[in-house]
């Protein structure tokens, strides 16, 4: 089995920083993609930002310049550096991978959330 722990959520002022940290582990033989999301109240979840094994990125209009990806898959973790926080920011963020037990067995895998509050 495999687990996605999150961590680095709180509560920050407009304009302020976090780090989110999605850590790896179990029987893991590959991570492929790995990605956050984020679900505001009342709305769906929604992509934030991607991480393909090959180090492209991709990110949600309404976060590029601001949010930057990064991942080290020797610690299998990811990151997402979130600057210039907006109130519209404000959701929990989930990480996502999909993660390989064994060879050709690639499986989608969610972390528990980490709530982000933008507040003054």
């Known amino acids: 089995q495999v687990q996605l722990v999150e961590s680095g959520g709180g509560l920050v002022q407009p304009g302020g920083s976090l780090r989110l940290s999605c850590a790896a582990s179990?029987?893991?033989?590959?991570?492929?993609?790995m990605g956050w999301y984020r679900q505001a109240p009342g709305k769906q979840r929604e992509l934030v930002a991607t991480?393909?094994?090959?180090?492209?990125?991709k990110y949600a209009d309404s976060v590029k310049g601001r949010f930057t990806i990064t991942r080290d898959n020797a610690k299998k973790t990811l990151y997402l550096q979130i600057n210039s926080l907006k109130y519209d920011d404000t959701a929990v963020y989930y990480c996502?991978?999909?993660?390989?037990?064994?060879?050709?067995?690639?499986?989608?895998?969610w972390g528990q959330g980490t709530q982000v509050t933008v507040s003054s």
């Open positions: 991480s393909a094994s090959g180090g492209n990125t």
């Open positions: 996502n991978a999909v993660v390989a037990t064994k060879p050709s067995h690639p499986f989608q895998y």
């Open positions: 179990g029987s893991i033989f590959r991570i492929y993609h």
